[in-house]
């Protein structure tokens, strides 16, 4: 194995680990994002900038979205608006059931579909079915960004 394949390994191994560890994610599970705090001001401010993107496209209703790396779900309420259907593919199974909770009424209507994968493998989604994909805050941990670019070429 070369020494940069064993590296890659290792760092998505991390990764996983990371971001499955529950005592780690558990503060993600009621987390309020509030303009009151400095942290939280900066992801609503990236958050209202991806609003503003879907706001400018005038998707028609039927639209789909694929956010990848949804986290526990506290964005995804904002972006179903713009769709009729809302998928998302999160390394993290803690963070799903979070996203899962946070958005049961969608969940349960079909409307929204969590999931938990890699975003740098096949994605579980048919080709060409997605008109959106929203990556905020993902790509430091990716690896291979070609694999995920192809993917999300091939789903949009």
């Given at each position: 194995m070369?020494?940069?394949?064993?590296?890659s390994i290792n760092f998505k191994k991390e990764i996983f680990?990371?971001?499955n560890n529950k005592k780690y994610v558990k503060k993600y599970n009621n987390f309020k994002y509030t303009s009151k705090d400095q942290n939280t001001y900066y992801l609503n401010g990236r958050r209202d900038i991806v609003l503003k993107y879907l706001k400018k496209l005038n998707?028609?209703?039927n639209s789909s979205i694929l956010e990848l790396g949804y986290g526990a779900g506290q964005n995804a309420k904002y972006f179903m608006k713009f769709c009729k259907k809302f998928y998302g593919i999160e390394?993290?199974?803690?963070?799903?059931t979070f996203a899962k909770k946070k958005n049961i009424k969608q969940v349960n209507k079909g409307k929204a579909k969590f999931t938990?994968?890699?975003?740098?493998?096949?994605?579980?989604?048919k080709s060409n079915s997605i008109d959106v994909v929203i990556i905020v805050g993902v790509l430091q941990y990716v690896i291979s960004p070609k694999k995920c670019f192809d993917e999300c070429k091939r789903v949009l």
């Open positions: 070369k020494k940069k394949d064993s590296k680990n990371l971001w998707l028609p209703n390394i993290s199974k803690p963070l799903m938990v994968g890699s975003i740098e493998e096949k994605f579980k989604i």
